[in-house]
């Protein structure tokens, strides 16, 4: 049973609002990818549960991507589920119908229109876990712009991420599908299982170190650091200086070409070493 929430009774005109907090340079920029198709999904039903029952789906774009997506798109409005391109402008209740007054600009026609319904479905922004952020502290992840974890690279290493051993799968990386969620879930098990199958992990030996008494606390090289391998600590004398988890390090080199104090210095590249290489190179 489809009922309204407000009288019990089964809705008669039914509209699906879509990117309600998505796409939005308000709130989310991102598109939550699977709202499109739930939406027509659940008009569908509206439709095969009442016949007669008006639905209708406002849409900035319709984003049918995936396998079947489109055929069933098209279905959709063979039962007469109308699309209607456009934003919507405000929702006001009307108590002396008790239904819902839809202000909305069609994009296609140009026009500010308005149209009543019985029920509104909203399809809202997937946003990450609210304990997101203290999960990232806790395992020295990385943060996207959009508040979701981020793989170390999007083609070459799409499931990994710069914490050697952690791997991403399903919505924890950003909004998808149960199918893409499966198929990435498939690749991180099988990332995960190289170390485990070979028994062992080599760690990069080309990590950064600190010389402590040229260190003033400024906290650069922690703002740099793309794999959070270095923190802020408090000393004994009260001061602030950074630490290096060496077992995090990946060696980039951020910290050191950051440093202002030239106090962070990569293994195989201190300065010594660098002069003797170009000596070597300008001798020849």
């Not at 819902?100 to 296609?108: A, G, H, P």
């Amino acid at each position: 049973m489809i009922l309204r929430p407000s009288d019990g009774k089964p809705p008669k005109r039914v509209a699906f609002i879509q990117c309600v907090g998505s796409r939005d340079a308000n709130e989310n920029l991102y598109c939550s990818r699977i709202c499109c198709m739930a939406s027509i999904k659940h008009a569908h039903q509206v439709k095969e549960k009442y016949p007669e029952a008006e639905t209708c789906i406002f849409y900035i774009d319709l984003r049918a991507f995936g396998k079947g997506y489109e055929e069933f798109l098209e279905r959709s409005q063979r039962e007469g589920i109308r699309l209607i391109r456009g934003r919507i402008a405000e929702i006001a209740e009307l108590p002396e119908t008790e239904t819902l007054l839809v202000r909305y600009e069609d994009t296609l026609r140009n026009q500010i229109m308005e149209a009543e319904f019985d029920m509104v479905v909203l399809a809202t922004a997937l946003i990450p876990r609210l304990d997101t952020v203290e999960l990232q502290k806790m395992l020295k992840l990385s943060l996207g712009y959009d508040g979701f974890f981020i793989e170390a690279h999007p083609k070459l290493r799409p499931v990994e991420t710069y914490v050697p051993g952690i791997y991403l799968c399903g919505a924890a990386q950003g909004p998808k599908d149960i199918p893409d969620t499966v198929a990435q879930a498939s690749a991180a098990a099988s990332q995960a299982s190289i170390p485990l199958l070979a028994g062992k992990v080599t760690a990069e030996p080309l990590t950064a170190y600190l010389v402590e008494d040229y260190c003033g606390g400024c906290g650069i090289c922690v703002a740099v650091c793309p794999y959070n391998s270095i923190s802020l600590v408090k000393t004994e004398n009260g001061k602030w200086k950074a630490e290096v988890n060496e077992a995090l390090c990946q060696g980039c080199g951020s910290c050191s070409a950051a440093c202002p104090a030239r106090a962070i210095i990569m293994r195989g590249y201190t300065e010594p070493q660098l002069l003797a290489q170009l000596k070597a190179l300008l001798s020849v």
